[in-house]
């Protein structure tokens, strides 16, 4: 059984943010039971956790002699070793590998850097002139997105390990004002969150800042 590592104390205030809720997500959908290794962030940065995750952060996927970082990585990796996260046609495989790229290095990065923004630059004195600059960064990704997925369920066909990427990516700009002028991303978001996987994934990392066991 695989052992992820993540936040003994969630600093999302329990709204699924932090990353091992990807790997939650993708071994819910998988049906893949695992163990969770829960790190405080002193012991995030002590060698014993440097040697799984050289940057000291989580998650960390350990599984017999595999040790893994990078939440990508780690859903990729978990997405070839089961079904039903990756297509069986060789094209349409490729395409959702791409997708997970895409989520990963094209429409995250603009949000990080939006989302690190509001959170330490407020006080600054550039803040004001700077947002608008990063809202737009973070618009030009949104819009491309709602042009291709049109008015499709998911990114090509069936849900893959690119939507389950993408959605959890997203879901970073809940409460920002900037998805409601793509009513098809929201609903986009809607379905992955629908999934019955997700909502385990989601009751699990809840429970880490509750302190109270999921109850689905």
């Known amino acids: 059984m695989p052992t992820i590592s993540a936040f ?19 071994l819910e959908e998988v049906g893949q039971p695992y163990d969770v290794r829960l790190l405080s962030f002193t012991e995030m940065k002590e060698p014993a956790h440097r040697r799984l995750h050289p940057f000291g952060q989580i998650p960390t996927y350990q599984d017999g002699d595999l040790m893994l970082f990078e ?19 060789a094209n349409a495989r490729a395409r959702a590998i791409a997708w997970i790229f895409a989520a990963l290095s094209t429409v995250e990065p603009p949000i990080v850097e939006r989302g ?6 407020r ?10 600059i990063l809202d737009d960064r973070v618009r030009a ?39 409601e002028d793509y009513p098809n991303l929201c609903a986009y978001i809607a379905r992955g969150e629908a999934r019955p996987a997700y909502k385990r994934a989601f009751a699990d990392q809840l429970a880490l800042f509750t302190g109270k066991p999921p109850t689905g």
């Open 71 to 89: 939440s990508g990585a780690i859903v990729f990796h978990i997405a070839e070793r089961h079904p039903g996260l990756l297509p069986d046609d």
């Open 141 to 179: 990704r949104l819009g491309d997105l709602s042009i291709r997925l049109g008015d499709a369920d998911w990114l090509d066909g069936r849900f893959s390990a690119g939507d389950l990427l993408m959605v959890t990516v997203l879901r970073r700009l809940n409460g920002s004002g900037l998805l």
């Open 116 to 121: 690190a923004a509001t959170l330490t630059e």
């Open 123 to 132: 006080d600054k004195t550039w803040y004001a002139t700077r947002l608008p």
């Open 8 to 26: 003994e104390r969630s600093p999302d205030r329990g709204r699924g943010l932090a990353r091992d809720m990807r790997v939650r997500w993708a």
